[in-house]
């Protein structure tokens, strides 16, 4: 069971924006940064956001990372039917001693 | 440009050794400072860190997997690899290998994804 709660899943019409959610804890969230992936259905996921609000080389800005406190949020601006995956947050956590996921959510483009 | 790649059986006896070698082409496993990880993803279920290795042999594992897990680098053959021993039907999963963003020092963040390889764990 996940450390890191998001919502199952969040919907909008093309155009629109979408932001998803990513609860833990001062052993997480709270205390180090926070990454973010997008997996589309049959492939391996892909790094949209890391150190809360960078994105690596080819992430187009639509894609936004934000902290407050022990909750991060990834905002999709400008939805498109190619951004319909699975978004998943990412932390380390420091009393687990482990890399933790989010419980995931799926993002539908109405 | 950096590519790696899930090699290994994709069927695996329960209580048998699951054995995964990871192969990177495109630079050198020994060249980079970063620490080169395993994710598990079950069927229909979310992600799940296993753990991590540098090239100078220093691991990191997941605490819940740390008593059957190993994870070791071979640098002649620009692999490394993982070990997970006694499984079962819950270590059914496709197995990913990863390596971290160029500025990042961290365990826990991957950028470089392999496509993943599924194992089956069934008599």
């Known amino acids: 069971q996940s450390v890191l709660t998001q919502p199952p899943s969040v919907s909008a019409a093309p155009g629109q924006k979408v932001t998803i959610s990513c609860s833990g804890s001062s052993s997480n969230i709270g205390n180090n940064y926070v990454s973010w992936y997008q997996q589309l259905p049959g492939t391996a996921p892909k790094l949209l956001i890391y150190e809360n609000n960078k994105r690596p080389s080819g992430i187009p800005d639509r894609f936004s990372g934000s902290k407050s406190g022990t909750s991060a949020t990834l905002g999709i601006t400008g939805l498109q039917t190619g951004d319909e995956a699975d978004y998943y947050c990412?932390?380390?956590?420091?009393?687990?001693?482990?890399?933790?996921f989010g419980t995931g959510t799926k993002v539908t483009v109405l | 440009q950096l590519q790696l790649q899930e090699s290994g059986p994709g069927l695996v006896s329960p209580w048998e050794t699951l054995s995964l070698t990871c192969t990177v082409s495109?630079?050198?496993?020994?060249?980079?400072?970063?620490?080169w990880g395993w994710i598990r993803q079950p069927p229909g279920e979310g992600l799940e860190w296993i753990g991590s290795?540098?090239?100078?042999?220093?691991?990191y594992y997941s605490p819940s997997l740390k008593s059957r897990v190993t994870i070791s680098v071979d640098t002649s053959n620009n692999q490394f690899s993982l070990k997970l021993n006694s499984v079962t039907a819950a270590d059914t999963a496709m197995y990913y290998c990863?390596?971290?963003?160029?500025?990042?020092?961290?365990?826990?963040?991957?950028?470089?994804w392999g496509q993943g390889t599924m194992v089956t764990v069934s008599s």
């Open positions: 990412g932390t380390w956590d420091r009393s687990l001693t482990t890399g933790v």
């Open positions: 290795l540098h090239y100078s042999g220093s691991t």
């Open positions: 990863a390596r971290p963003p160029v500025d990042y020092g961290g365990l826990e963040v991957f950028d470089i």
């Open positions: 495109g630079g050198s496993i020994s060249s980079s400072s970063h620490y």
